[in-house]
């Protein structure tokens, strides 16, 4: 999802949704328990270059992205889980969806030439993608929405930095309420997470088929507990590392591993990651 809030309230935003969503999921189908594999990703989209477009262009591209997707054989606004059928058809598009910010992005109008614009755009980027041998790395912006932990230039990097720097700086941690904190630390540890698998080389996708005791999952997992709040089981969630009953003696034992050990080699690619996180 491509969102924009204007209160910082994603995270209690999110808490909603999926809550909301996994009840009626449930209700509907005679289902209970979770839904959702794991906590979802967020990232920060700069305003300024071409990042909103890349994003929301990942996101239509989704389908057209995995493996084995039959290029011949079907189009992208046969997809019925997406919104790209919304920008190219205004009879489908559902009233919540607001279109006007990636079409203007193209240089194109919420008309009947415009969307027409817009579809000739993908079909565009599907040619690229059906050409290429592996389309879900196609686009070198895909990485770093993978894999950052956030999207944008430079000045946008850093403005971002400074925000999360800044956000408890100069009053007491004790002077903000719960959900403050917690949202504070949860976007730190998010990038925490996105900072330590990048620096282990180890894409986003493949945390679900590493083994739950991974020494690479053991070592973002001490990176984030290291340098914030964040409870054991958000840490466990996101890296999809199950109950992971041993979990506190894992970490001292990848902290104290040595040449040989298991974990030494991934232990030393993230300790020494000096991030200013307060």
């Not at 995270?11 to 009840?23: I, N, P």
């Not at 209970?32 to 700069?46: D, E, I, K, S, T």
């Amino acid at each position: 999802m491509l969102l924009e809030t204007p209160e910082p309230n994603l995270v209690a935003g999110m808490r909603w949704l999926q809550g909301t969503y996994t009840q009626r999921f449930n209700a509907r189908h005679k289902e209970c328990g979770h839904l959702f594999q794991g906590r979802y990703n967020a990232l920060p989209v700069g305003r300024e270059g071409g990042y909103f477009s890349a994003v929301a262009e990942y996101i239509h591209l989704n389908p057209a992205r995995v493996r084995g997707f039959d290029f011949a054989g079907k189009k992208l606004e046969d997809h019925v889980w997406s919104s790209y059928p919304g920008y190219v058809w205004k009879r489908k598009r559902a009233e919540w969806l607001f279109v006007d910010e990636v079409l203007s992005r193209a240089q194109l109008s919420d008309m009947d030439s415009g969307r027409r614009g817009y579809r000739k755009k993908m079909e565009l980027r599907m040619k690229d993608l059906a050409e290429s041998d592996e389309p879900w790395k196609a686009d070198e912006d895909w990485k770093a929405i993978r894999r950052g932990w956030s999207i944008g230039d430079e000045d946008f990097r850093d403005k971002m930095v400074d925000m999360l720097d800044g956000m408890l700086g100069g009053r007491r941690r004790e002077s903000y309420s719960g959900e403050e904190i917690e949202a504070h630390d949860e976007t730190a540890a998010e990038r925490l997470v996105m900072v330590g698998l990048d620096a282990l080389g180890v894409e986003e996708e493949d945390l679900l088929g590493m083994k739950m005791s991974s020494p690479a999952k053991y070592a973002v997992a001490w990176l984030v507990r290291r340098n914030t709040s964040v409870r054991n089981r958000w840490i466990k969630e996101r890296l999809h590392m199950g109950t992971a009953t041993n979990f506190a003696d894992f970490l001292k034992r990848i902290e104290a591993s040595k040449r040989g050990d298991w974990g030494f080699n991934e232990f030393r690619k993230i300790k020494n990651i000096k991030l200013s996180l307060r």
